[in-house]
């Protein structure tokens, strides 16, 4: 089965995801479809609620789109600042908001704890795309996108084209 991208302004994306209790085959299933729709979408990671599941699940794979070598499955997963990490400025986009990108400050270094689809506990520390991207997945598990980030004026902006879009869909 291949799950649908839910897209913003689905009001879905802005809830908050319930942890999980237990890792049963039907989470082992979804995290199967969750990467098949990653990959299909030539993303490089994809959270449960992007596929309308709110549930504390993502998918991680920078190799991609090129490669797909390096898939990582995090259940559960948080993140903390390494000491003196600092911050990072980097353009990001989304499955869940197509066709637009942004500018996003995040923290340049994030040590992260998870666990496995087996249940086994991860940890180890990200930096450069690997923990941008583990601090965008987790947001959409929090209830945030990336545009929530954003400044005021470039969310106006985004609005803006996003219902002169809207408008020029029902036109045609």
Same mark, same amino acid.
């Given at each position: 089965?291949s799950?649908k991208i !839910? *897209?913003y #302004?689905?009001?879905?994306?802005g @809830?908050?995801?319930?942890?999980?209790?237990?890792v /049963?085959d039907?989470?082992?299933k979804?995290?199967?479809?969750m990467?098949e729709a990653m990959y299909?979408?030539d993303?490089?990671?994809?959270a449960?609620p992007?596929?309308?599941q709110?549930?504390?699940?993502?998918?991680i794979? !920078? *190799?991609? #789109?090129?490669?797909?070598?390096? @898939?990582?499955?995090l259940v559960?997963?948080v993140w /903390?600042?390494?000491?003196d990490?600092?911050y990072?400025e980097s353009?990001?986009g989304c499955?869940?908001?197509?066709?637009y990108?942004?500018?996003v400050?995040?923290?340049?270094?994030?040590?992260v704890e998870?666990?496995?689809?087996?249940g086994? #506990?991860?940890s180890f520390?990200?930096?450069?795309i690997l923990a941008?991207?583990?601090?965008?997945?987790i947001d959409h598990?929090?209830?945030k996108?990336f545009?929530?980030?954003i400044?005021r004026?470039k969310?106006?902006m985004?609005e803006?084209?996003?219902?002169?879009g809207?408008?020029?869909s029902?036109?045609k």
């Open positions: 089965m799950l !839910v *897209t #302004p689905n009001p879905l994306l @809830k908050p995801s319930l942890p999980i209790t237990e /049963t039907e989470i082992r979804l995290a199967e479809e990467t299909k979408s993303g490089i990671g994809i449960a992007q596929v309308g709110l549930i504390r699940l993502v998918i794979d !920078v *190799t991609g #789109p090129e490669k797909r070598e390096g @898939k990582m499955v559960n997963p /903390t600042p390494l000491p990490a600092g990072v353009e990001e499955l869940s908001v197509p066709d990108r942004s500018k400050r995040r923290t340049a270094r994030v040590h998870a666990t496995d689809l087996d086994n #506990p991860v520390d990200a930096d450069d941008i991207c583990v601090q965008h997945e598990l929090d209830g996108l545009i929530d980030r400044s004026l969310r106006i985004f803006n084209k996003l219902k002169k809207t408008r020029q029902q036109v």
